[in-house]
């Protein structure tokens, strides 16, 4: 049976010749992961710290794909001496690596007051220090080669787990620190999560996790349903967001959203004029606010260039981590936009919502640096007007 990476129209050489390291891929996602990366052509490096797993991963990926490109290696991520034995062994195997994707973790759960610093400090180990040491080891040969991919894993916002999900969250500002010492290089970091899966380390979790929450484990998934993946799902948003790393550069993601971008469509337009099926007055409207919204973008990042060094790099990073991609490729997709409301050509789908959301982020941060109310009130006027403005253009173009 085909895997679920097959089904993105992806030929399965597009990744030949790229080495891939996964830790944690004894089993779960980062065993999916591995599978659909393999899947694409890359060669794959197996980073576990439980040597049985390893064994089986090894056997079991062999079975599927041979053993040439194959390499599986027992590695303590928060170890230096054992970073350093896997950077030796994955480049004895394969020459380079190009990809490092921050799979491995453990989850420690209980009440901040309640949780012994020993489990602060064995989370700190694997889901922090981890990702930093193979930074520190991996990075230096990309940067040189200018190419490569560094992907931290992220969680965050569940109770009773702030022992395991402060770690977590950090590795989202260890890929943004990371962006922005990449900027101007063909080497990129991002942060992908994976979402509720029902992997053995989640369900373990959920089940200590659950009960707190006054709830059985089939009530805790059967109220998380609409965000629950299965593994394979998860492991295959993991590999087709390094196939697209380029354009997730500095992003937050979640493999939910890398599956829901790159789904596979039919091909077939909805009837109307161009690709959007609006009656004329909706079509009228959707075009003059497309304009306003492109006009108002346009301005702004202008108004950027004029700005001292810090703050305008300040500014364009704030933009890109917040709205998802830098503003010219949103100038660009809202150029493309505009055309298909004139029935040039067909538009693909535009994460208007975040766009709207980083209006409201500038309004938030606006109650926080203007002390004076009036001129706050004007401000607020503006931001949520070009916020409206991105909310009905969104609203009228959603098929």
Known sequence: ?????????????????????????????????????????????????????????????????????????????????????????????????????????????????????????????????????????????????????????????????????????????????????????????????????????AKKAIGQLAPLMGMSVDEFFEMNKGAVLSIEEAGAGFALSVVHAEKYRGQEISSFQVLREFEPRSGIAPTGVGSLPLNPDDLQKAQVLCQAVKSTLKDQSEGWKKRSLFERQWVIRDFKKTAGIPVDEWLSALDQLERSLKGEHVVEPLPLEKLSGYYMHLAELAKGFEKDPIKLEDSLKHVYAWRDEVDQLDKLIRI
């Open 1 to 201: 049976m085909e895997p679920r990476i097959g089904k993105f129209g992806l030929k399965q050489d597009s990744l030949k010749g790229e080495t891939v390291i996964i830790t944690g891929a004894g089993g779960g996602i980062g065993y999916e992961a591995a599978r659909s990366l393999l899947w694409l052509g890359a060669n794959m490096v197996i980073a576990e710290i439980n040597p049985q797993l390893c064994k089986q991963a090894d056997a079991s990926l062999k079975g599927l794909f041979g053993g040439e490109n194959i390499l599986t290696v027992t590695c303590d991520v928060g170890d230096e001496s054992s970073v350093q034995d896997l950077y030796t062994k994955s480049i004895r195997k394969f020459g380079k690596v190009d990809v490092i994707i921050n799979n491995a973790t453990i989850a420690v759960l209980g009440q901040v007051k309640d949780l012994p610093i020993v489990e602060w400090d064995r989370s700190y180990r694997v889901n922090l220090r981890g990702p930093v040491i193979m930074a520190r080891t991996f990075l230096p040969g990309m940067i040189e080669r200018d190419h490569g991919v560094f992907v931290c894993v992220s969680s965050t916002g569940t109770l009773f787990l702030g022992g395991y999900e402060t770690f977590k969250a950090a590795q989202v500002h260890l890929a943004n620190t990371l962006d922005a010492e990449l900027e101007g290089t063909n080497v990129y970091a991002y942060t992908i999560g994976p979402g509720l899966v029902p992997t053995d380390t």
